[in-house]
């Protein structure tokens, strides 16, 4: 039954979204890949708006339903809710007949399984597809990486054009000459000159070998720049000027639980990475904790969910390139990540604590925390909730707005899976 509704709510929706397009002159750009996309997607939108008119959602309304909502305006209701659905298709008749305010729409296509990206043709057609890369991603569901990899690029068949991040994306999976970005040698628009400091990066973008601009800016990890490069490579190619790219930058924001700088107890520092966690993720975030100074540094990391039977190699992969020379103390939470990530960082020389409940961690971390100490804290949803290790380090306990999955809903959901 849940299906068959869904089906019907897409059908109407996308049929309204193709008949937008066809009466109106907008762009639309897709942002889709395993890794980074709702990063990429803001800072996309963050410079773009600088010189467009342009629509775009904050959260993650990525999948067959929710993202024809982006060019209406509407915040997604129940599904079984055919009042609140009616009143959306009435509303949207409306905006058909008027002019359309927006000179560019930007979209998130996610993906669980193989055939998902396949239903966004049903009513989807973007005018540059931005693929952010090819990762382990979802992997009960894919028999590797290679599936992976076939499912992101229906992304080309989505779109008109093409641009990649060269670095997360091989030329074993597509070959053919597109527009890309990234730190590897030959991308159209190439990240370099990297400097970091304690609060902020110096960087500049090149195009095709020639400097386009340099800036600064408050991130403190690569994928961080690299969501930044692949803003500045589209609004290159949406035809704005060096100084308003440069400017959308400064507007450019850490977005809650992808490696937010927060206050902590005693004076430390907080990495907040506790929206995902991935491999490629888990390793860059360690990256950023590595590189940065500090007389202390803690590592939580939960559960890589949704592994299926690669799980454990990948918990174990995470575990090898946890670094006792770096970090004074290796916090786990979840069962793959207690049994197999621990087991080799514990194997390496760490020091190692493992956990069931993410409130009990950050109470046992608590009393741990030296004076300007540094805790990155990454993980996922379901058995972890690695925001709420964080929520009990926070200097200014009001600083939980900040942290993701805070709503009554979620709060609910997670009382009830560890008992609190």
Not at 367 to 380: A, F, Q, R
Request: charged content about 25%; overall charge positive; aromatic content about 10%.
């Amino acid at each position: 039954m849940k299906k068959f509704f869904r089906n019907i709510v897409a059908s109407i929706l996308g049929w309204q979204v193709r008949r937008l397009q066809k009466k109106n002159k907008f762009k639309v750009v897709a942002v889709a890949g395993s890794v980074g996309k709702t990063s990429t997607k803001l800072a996309i939108a963050q410079v773009l708006s600088q010189f467009f008119p342009v629509r775009y959602q904050k959260g993650n309304y990525n999948d067959l339903v929710s993202v024809p909502l982006i060019f209406f305006g509407h915040k997604i209701p129940r599904l079984f809710n055919p009042f609140a659905w009616l009143i959306i298709f009435l509303k949207n008749e409306g905006t058909l007949l008027g002019k359309y305010p927006y000179e560019v729409v930007i979209v998130e296509l996610g993906t669980d399984k193989p055939g998902d990206m396949a239903g966004f043709k049903r009513y989807l057609r973007a005018d540059l597809g931005v693929l952010t890369g090819i990762t382990p991603e979802h992997m009960q569901f894919f028999e590797g990486l290679d599936s992976v990899a076939k499912e992101e690029l229906v992304l080309t068949e989505l779109s008109n054009e093409l641009m990649i991040n060269k670095d997360l994306v091989g030329p074993k999976y597509l070959k053919e000459p597109v527009l890309s970005y990234g730190t590897s040698t030959g991308a159209t628009y190439r990240l370099g000159g990297l400097s970091f400091s304690d609060d902020f990066a110096d960087f500049s973008v090149t195009k095709n070998g020639s400097v386009l601009l340099k800036a600064s800016h408050e991130a403190i990890s690569e994928p961080q720049l690299l969501s930044i490069c692949a803003a500045v490579a589209v609004s290159d190619q949406f035809g704005m000027d060096p100084e308003d790219i440069e400017k959308g930058i400064r507007n450019i924001r850490s977005v809650s639980g992808r490696m937010r700088r927060l206050e902590g107890i005693n004076g430390s520092v907080i990495i907040d990475d506790s929206y995902n966690a991935s491999p490629e993720a888990m390793k860059a975030a360690l990256d950023t904790l590595y590189r940065i100074k500090a007389p202390q540094k803690i590592a939580v990391l939960g559960n890589m969910n949704e592994l299926g039977r690669y799980s454990q190699g990948l918990h174990e992969e995470i575990g090898n390139y946890c670094n006792p020379k770096e970090l004074n103390l290796v916090a786990t939470i979840g069962p793959d990540a207690n049994e197999n990530l621990a087991a080799k960082a514990e194997y390496k020389g760490c020091k190692v604590e493992k956990f069931d409940d993410p409130a009990a961690a950050g109470e046992y971390l608590k009393g741990l925390i030296k004076k300007n100490g540094l805790i990155l804290v990454k993980g996922s949803q379901n058995r972890v909730f690695s925001e709420e290790t964080a929520k009990r380090l926070l200097a200014n306990p009001a600083d939980s707005r900040k942290l993701v999955r805070q709503s009554k809903n979620w709060m609910k959901i997670k009382r009830k899976a560890f008992g609190w």
